[in-house]
């Protein structure tokens, strides 16, 4: 893949690319924390070509609206996310997890503690120990979506 792909870092709703300039993306548990989902689906299907997929991963509330639940979390649903941004072909489906939420806020407070000196680090160590009273009310998900 040499000279055919690159990674980019910057913000979820401008990232620096042209319009319509790739024909594939990924969002690996990263849209699930953009502040306003809205805006960065619609970053999302800009830089992507008229049908190029799109693959988010991340967690939905096993109970919509469940006030126990963070509140990006509380109302996640992707299905409705991406067809309001013009993306068609939108599926969503319950994915086995590998580490849950459970087991990395349990690898956070053990193998991170002497590690978390980066604030990215730090800040990742305190999210993953402040959401374990909650995992259990999330379920891992993977949603595809094709830009129309």
Request: glycine residues 6%; charged residues 20%; contains cysteine.
């Amino acid at each position: 893949m040499a000279g055919r792909a690159h990674f980019v870092v910057n913000d979820l709703t401008s990232t620096g690319l042209r319009d319509t300039s790739v024909s594939a993306a990924v969002s690996i548990d990263a849209l699930q924390y953009a502040d306003h989902r809205a805006p960065a689906a619609d970053g999302t299907r800009r830089i992507l070509r008229r049908g190029g997929r799109l693959v988010v991963t991340g967690w939905h509330p096993l109970s919509f609206g469940d006030s126990r639940l963070p509140e990006r979390h509380r109302h996640t649903d992707w299905p409705t996310v991406l067809s309001a941004a013009n993306f068609t072909a939108v599926e969503c489906q319950a994915r086995p997890a590998g580490p849950t939420p459970t087991s990395a806020s349990t690898a956070s407070r053990s193998s991170w503690a002497t590690r978390a000196r980066n604030a990215a680090l730090a800040g990742l160590q305190s999210e993953a120990l402040w959401r374990l009273p909650t995992a259990h009310l999330l379920s891992r998900i993977a949603a595809t979506a094709i830009a129309s």
